[in-house]
C-alpha cells in the first residue's frame, strides 16, 4: 500500500521543505520520501494494525510557523521515556492526533469526530526514510559559537546551508526532551558529522531560515512559542478500529 502526497510539484522543492522541517522536528518523516513523481511513505511488512493500550506524554511543544504574511500553530507531544510521538490537529470540534511510534515502525491515527473515535493503523519503514534524508539532502552544519535564551532554555546556533535554503537553527541541550531522540537509534546516528548528531540529540526550539531557490528569496521563522509539561494520554480501546 502507498499513501501518495499530492502537494508537492518537484523533488527538489520536496527535499527543501524536507530539508527546514526535519532539522527542526522530524515530523517530516511522515511524508517526505520521494518515488519518481509521486510522493510516497515506505511501508514496512508487518502486521500494522496491532497497537499499544495507551501512549502517555509528558510535554506539549507548540511550534510557530510565520511564512510571509501567514501564521501557522502546529502542536505537539512529546515523551520524556518512550520511543514516540504525536502531531495534533483541531477542527472545529474534530480532533486528529497521529502517532508515530518508532519503536514499533508503525504510525496510528486517533480521530475524534464529534464524539466518534475511530483509529487507523499503518507500517512504515523509519530507518529507510531516514537513510533517504541524510542521503538526498546534503548540507553543511557550521557552530555559530554563540547562543541565546529561549524559553528559559540555554540554545546553541547553528548555522545550515544546503543546495537552495540557508539560515540559522537553535537548539538545547537542556529541554530533557526531543524529537530526534525517537529516531537516534535508526541510521540517523550513523551521520559522521558531529554537528548534526548534536542537534539530533538536542531540541530545536528556533530556525530562521531562507530559501533560495527562486529570483526573491524567501523568509521563514519557526519558533517553539511553549514548551510545557502535560499528561496527555491516549488510550486505544477507546477507538474503534478501522483498518
Known amino acids: 500500500m502507498k499513501i501518495i502526497i499530492n502537494q508537492w510539484k518537484s523533488k527538489k522543492t520536496l527535499n527543501r521543505f524536507f530539508f527546514m522541517l526535519s532539522i527542526f522536528s522530524l515530523i517530516s518523516l511522515m511524508s517526505f520520501s520521494v518515488e519518481q513523481n509521486h510522493k510516497v511513505l515506505p511501508l514496512a511488512h508487518d502486521n500494522?494494525?496491532?497497537v499499544q493500550d495507551s501512549f502517555r506524554f509528558s510535554h506539549k511543544y507548540v511550534m510557530q510557523i510565520q511564512d510571509?504574511?501567514?501564521t501557522t500553530d502546529l502542536e505537539y507531544f512529546l515523551s520524556?521515556?518512550?520511543n514516540y510521538f504525536a502531531s495534533q490537529t483541531t477542527s472545529n470540534k474534530n480532533i486528529?492526533?497521529?502517532v508515530m511510534d518508532v519503536a514499533n515502525s508503525k504510525m496510528h491515527m486517533f480521530m475524534d469526530t464529534n464524539g466518534d473515535k475511530?483509529?487507523?493503523s499503518m507500517k512504515l519503514n523509519f530507518k529507510n526514510t531516514v537513510k533517504h534524508a541524510i542521503d538526498e539532502t546534503k548540507v553543511t552544519i557550521t557552530p555559530t559559537g554563540t547562543t541565546k535564551t529561549i524559553l528559559g532554555y540555554e540554545c546553541n546556533g547553528y548555522n545550515v546551508k544546503g543546495e537552495d535554503v540557508e539560515g540559522t537553527v537553535w537548539v538545547t541541550q537542556q529541554a530533557g526532551v526531543s524529537f530526534a531522540k525517537?529516531?537516534?537509534?535508526t541510521d540517523l546516528s550513523q551521520s559522521t558529522d558531529p554537528n548534526w548528531q548534536k542537534i539530533a540529540k538536542g531540541l530545536t526550539l528556533e530556525m530562521d531560515m531562507v530559501d533560495t531557490s527562486?529570483?526573491?528569496p524567501k523568509s521563514i521563522n519557526m519558533k517553539c512559542i511553549s514548551l510545557d509539561k502535560t499528561s496527555f494520554t491516549i488510550n486505544s480501546n477507546d477507538y474503534k478500529k478501522l483498518m
Open 48 to 50: 500494522p494494525y496491532m
Open 68 to 70: 510571509g504574511k501567514r
Open 80 to 82: 520524556q521515556s518512550d
Open 96 to 98: 486528529t492526533t497521529t
Open 118 to 120: 475511530t483509529r487507523m
Open 182 to 185: 525517537a529516531f537516534y537509534k
Open 214 to 216: 527562486k529570483r526573491k
